[in-house]
């Protein structure tokens, strides 16, 4: 069984910098792609960064230049390290790792139970 562990989450005032990470336990194999997504208050999930195993990255619009993911294969563990944040950054944000292999299985996609993030202006 996989699981994904959130951390990092907190209260920062506008401006301010918070760094998340995200680790996945279980004797994994590989795991293709990493990423963070969040949900605001009465809005929809939406992704806002992911990584292959590769390194490759994806952002969106709206963390673009202030949000950076890294990920650390050995370790099978994601980061998102986010700067300049604003109110609007205020969500709940979520782990999800895509194709993960473990023995005999891989799992198609797996979600971390989420980390609560709040920027006061």
């Known amino acids: 069984q996989v699981q994904l562990v959130e951390s990092g989450g907190g209260l920062v005032q506008a401006g301010g910098s918070l760094r998340l990470s995200c680790a996945a336990s279980?004797?994994?194999?590989?795991?293709?792609?990493m990423g963070w997504y969040r949900q605001a208050p009465g809005k929809q999930r939406e992704l806002i960064a992911d990584i292959s195993g590769g390194g490759t990255t994806n952002y969106a619009d709206s963390v673009r230049g202030r949000f950076t993911i890294s990920r650390d294969n050995a370790k099978n563990t994601v980061y998102l390290q986010m700067n300049s944040l604003k109110p609007e950054d205020t969500a709940v944000y979520y782990c999800?790792?895509?194709?993960?292999?473990?023995?005999?299985?891989?799992?198609?996609?797996?979600w971390g139970r989420g980390t609560l993030v709040t920027v006061s202006s």
């Open positions: 279980g004797t994994i194999l590989s795991i293709n792609v």
């Open positions: 999800n790792a895509k194709a993960v292999r473990i023995p005999l299985y891989t799992a198609s996609e797996v």
